[in-house]
Each structure stands twice: as structure tokens, then as C-alpha cells.
């Protein structure tokens, strides 16, 4: 199983970026999708997760209505939508999977809930 993270880069205050996320070697359909960040000295917190078949999103508080989590699981890709970045923004971001089947409740998503997780992408907004 593999996850690949892509998208983060360094952008200014009120930009936008999309990360991505490929799975493979996962049923990616029987698992809810999620995103955690980290910023250094920080412990890993949770973003965004949507449920396996993508009718459910659920979001942190600090970046409702300016982040959108989708995925398409005929591509195995979950995606992030990042608009009007703050400098708080800054961390490293990482893709992860949640037994769908073990987890019923996304809004529960922790990292002790993830089976997977990708090696995480860079994103730093300048102020």
C-alpha cells in the first residue's frame, strides 16, 4: 500500500494550492480519506476526512469554508483544496486511511484511527 502526496509548495497569504493523494495497492473505496497537518515542534493534527464513498466531509474548525476535501475512487485520488492560506497554515500535510469498516463516525478520525499514511507534502504560506 502506498500513498503519494503531492501539491504543497510556498505561496503568499490568500493564495491557493490542491494537494492530491494516490493510492495504490489500497480499496481505496472501503476506506474513509483524511488529512492531517504538522507544523515543526507541533504534534500532527487533523484537517479534513470524507467518508468512503465521498457523500460525508468533515472539517477542522480553523479552516472550514476555505479548505474542500473530494476524492475519486474510480482514480484512487483524494484531494485538498486550499484557498486564502494564512501563515498557520504552514505544515507538513499528509494523506491517510481509515478502515471504513472499523470506523463508522468520521468526525472521530485520529491519527491512531489511520492503517495508511503518505509520506507528506510541504506547504508554506508566507505572510
Known amino acids: 500500500v502506498q500513498l503519494q502526496a503531492s501539491g504543497g509548495g510556498l505561496v503568499q497569504t490568500g493564495d491557493s494550492l490542491r494537494l492530491s493523494c494516490a493510492a495504490s495497492?489500497?480499496?481505496?473505496?472501503?476506506?474513509?480519506m483524511a488529512w492531517f497537518r504538522q507544523a515543526p515542534g507541533n504534534k500532527r493534527e487533523f484537517v479534513a476526512v470524507i467518508n468512503w464513498s465521498g457523500s460525508s466531509t468533515y472539517y477542522t474548525d480553523s479552516v472550514k469554508g476555505r479548505f474542500t476535501i473530494s476524492r475519486d475512487n474510480a482514480e484512487n485520488t483524494v484531494s485538498l483544496q486550499m484557498n486564502s492560506l494564512k501563515p498557520e497554515d504552514t505544515a507538513a500535510y499528509y494523506c491517510?486511511?481509515?478502515?471504513?469498516?472499523?470506523?463508522?463516525?468520521?468526525?472521530?478520525?485520529?491519527?491512531?484511527?489511520?492503517?495508511?499514511w503518505g509520506q507528506g507534502t510541504l506547504v508554506t504560506v508566507s505572510s
Open positions: 491517510a486511511a481509515s478502515d471504513a469498516n472499523k470506523y463508522t463516525n468520521i468526525r472521530l478520525t485520529t491519527t491512531d484511527k489511520c492503517d495508511f
Open positions: 495497492g489500497l480499496a481505496s473505496h472501503l476506506y474513509h
